[in-house]
């Protein structure tokens, strides 16, 4: 049957494209077969198709390509030109020769017009069947590899490849939340995007790129590469639009390294690399560390205690100790540190253990809370007994102070208690990025403003100690143990610089306490100084609520 809706031509033509519609690698050649059915009536001579595709992680070089689809042993050299653009920023343009001596009519060119259109849609949807097969394997974002894609492919890869010839590198953007504090989510997401075109311009065809989520990334790597590579991803500049215009952005990262061995698995490779990447982040000598055997203990530790840590709240397994402040003018108890210890069934956990995996992940926010809960409540305790309070200093991790109710929640808790707020001090780390600083200025403003006080600990160590001072009108600065140490090891300079800095914190209003107190001769250099207190060993060390009532009681040292 044919009549002007249907042609055995027109129908082998478009049997021939739909039959071969998942056949992504071969579909030029189907296109061109196709072709010949209905050339002779088209007076088809020359059909070229030039697709350009932009840079993407998929394509990081971008592609501009041409195929020859059709071509007749002579055809003119003037053509009709038809051009069509893909949804992701590319275009397929058509170039359509008539065949020698002729010229197509304004009839002829809607038959060719037609056609071409028909080939434009099945490349369109070829490319997109090609992207809806990979997407549960590819990040939604940045078009790299996503853990499942990592596991698919690599699998793939070494049964291709021997396992043992590679490495996993896994590594973090350094500091990436700044980039989002400084143009929000877009810029964020466009220096992923940028940033993974580069990783996957530099692995080779027998090489994976992934993102496993966040600004974590992992590359399966040839081991003669990683140098080079290490070199590569360890401080790179990605341009990219805020609202001032284009910026170059310093991108730097913490790597973790594992060489696979005969017989590894791709579990292993992902699983180690991203043991010593945490390794790296924790570290203050290097960005870069390789994979050892005792981290998988480390490794395993952590993750009890974070899968522990609620249970503990719950169940009131960390317990408030005291650390005595004692007063140099008058031999006497002027304050005392809140110190959290954590008793598990088996044993009393040290707060170096428990803390660090707590600050990475975030929750040291919630025993932060519960320590000025019970310190609270403790002090409560002693008001209702007739004890009278010193004030006491409790830690705040610096990861709250872009908690813009960070003050107004703290006043709550006290008040909750009916607690004087003189008695409460919140003290926080020393910080030296000026964008922490200026942050922890307008909090140190909120708690003046409840009339709350507020301490710099460990103060000394940070790149911006002078700086601060200026800015913070803090109530106390807490002297790092790095200064009382060089007061016994009979150093002039160091009594000079010491006894100064003490000298110009007593001008500016500032109570000044030195911290890590162990030796008799270290107190003595402090009273000739006009340090007003100090803590250490020497006096106490951290002891449970009923030794330190004891205390309270006496006032006395």
Partial sequence: MDNELYSKKFAGFCEMLISNFSDINNINSYIASALKLVADDLKLGLLTMDVVIPVSVRV?????????????????????????????????????????????????????????????????????????????????????LNSNGLMRNGGILFIKNDISEYASVFFNIKNFSQFNREGG?????????????????????????????????????????????????????????????????????????????????????????????????????????????????????????SYKFYDAVSEEKFEVFYQPKVDLETDSLGGAEALVRWASKERLIKPSEFI??????????????????????????????????????????????????????????IKEYGIDPKYIEIEITEMSDLEHNAALKEFVDAMNKRKIKTSIDD????????????????????????????????????????????????????????????????VDYLKKMGCKYAQGYLFDEPIKNDEFINILTSKKY
């Avoid at 008539?98 to 009519?105: F, M, Q, W």
């Avoid at 992902?270 to 390789?290: G, I, P």
């Avoid at 040291?364 to 007994?385: A, E, G, T």
């Avoid at 790095?482 to 090891?489: A, P, Q, S």
């Fill in 356 to 413: 660090p995996v707590l600050e990475k992940e975030g929750t040291i926010k919630d025993l932060d809370f519960y320590m000025l809960k019970h310190v609270c409540m403790d002090i409560r305790s002693w008001l209702d007994r007739g004890i009278k309070p010193v004030p006491i200093s409790v830690n705040f991790s610096k990861i709250h102070i872009f908690n813009d109710n960070l003050a107004e929640r703290i006043s709550t808790v």
């Fill in 60 to 144: 990081p070089q971008g592609k501009n390509v041409r195929y020859h689809l059709y071509e007749a042993s002579e055809y003119e050299e003037e053509y009709k030109e038809y051009q069509f653009l893909t949804a992701d920023g590319g275009r397929i343009n058509f170039q359509v020769h008539p065949i020698l001596g002729y010229e197509y009519d304004e009839e002829d060119e809607k038959h060719i017009s037609f056609i071409v259109k028909i080939i434009a849609y099945v490349c369109k949807y070829v490319r997109i069947s090609g992207y809806e097969a990979m997407t549960p394997f590819m990040d939604s974002l940045t078009g790299a």
């Fill in 459 to 522: 103060f000394g160590i940070g790149l911006a100690s002078i700086n601060i001072l200026r800015d913070l009108d803090v109530d106390c600065i807490k002297l790092d143990k790095i200064y009382t140490d060089r007061l016994v090891e009979g150093n002039d300079k160091d009594y000079i610089i010491i006894s100064s800095l003490v000298d110009m914190l007593k001008k500016i209003g500032k109570n000044v306490i030195a911290e890590g107190v162990e030796k008799t001769e270290q």
């Fill in 185 to 305: 989510a877009k810029l964020g997401d466009e220096i992923l995007k940028k940033y993974s075109i580069a990783i996957n311009s530099y692995i080779q065809k027998d090489e994976l790129f992934a993102r496993i989520g966040g600004d974590g990334f992992v590359v399966f790597i040839k081991k003669t590469r990683v140098d080079d590579f290490v070199d590569f991803i360890s401080k790179m500049k990605i341009r990219a639009n805020t609202k001032r215009g284009p910026k170059d952005f310093e991108v730097m990262t913490s790597i973790g390294l594992y060489f696979a061995v005969p017989k590894d698995n791709i579990g292993n490779m992902l699983n180690y690399s991203l043991t010593a990447c945490k390794y790296a982040r924790q570290s203050k000598n290097t960005d870069c560390v390789w994979f050892r055997e005792y981290m998988i203990d480390d490794d395993a530790r952590e993750k009890e205690i």
